[in-house]
């Protein structure tokens, strides 16, 4: 099995992501970045993989946050009626739901214990936690 590190491989490269506050997709830029990479071999198949651990900063509101992603030589997407790609799976922390903003400014005039359960259901939600939701 082969394993490689890189710091900042993908330092300045600019991703569109969902934004936690602009709430919509916006360009990020990679401000630091932790590149991993790796095979593993049986002798029959081959497996490549790639993780990128970033800090990204939108280019709208500058809000800082995190994101991971992954990908794998079997799994790959529909990119047009006869082409495919490489599919990256995308993790972005804080999660978030793209046009969920929340009541924003707004929120002052709940009572207190709506104010307390609208937040922590919206974290749910945001979160990706449905059930709890």
């Not at 991971?68 to 490489?86: K, L, M, T, V």
Request: with cysteine; proline share 3%; net charge negative.
């Amino acid at each position: 099995m082969a394993y490689k590190e890189d710091l900042n491989e993908t330092q300045g490269e600019e991703v569109k992501v969902s934004c936690s506050s602009c709430t919509g997709k916006t360009i990020h830029k990679v401000l630091l970045s932790v590149d991993q990479s790796g095979r593993a071999e049986d002798g029959e198949f081959d497996f490549d993989w790639d993780d990128h651990f970033q800090i990204i900063q939108c280019l709208g509101c500058k809000t800082v946050s995190f994101r991971n992603a992954h990908s794998n030589s079997e799994d790959f997407e529909q990119i047009g009626p006869d082409e495919y790609g490489i599919a990256v799976y995308e993790h972005l922390f804080p999660s978030r739901f793209e046009g969920r903003k929340g009541l924003g400014d707004d929120l002052h005039h709940l009572p207190t214990k709506v104010r307390w359960i609208y937040s922590e259901t919206l974290k749910a939600l945001n979160g990706s936690s449905p059930i709890l939701t």
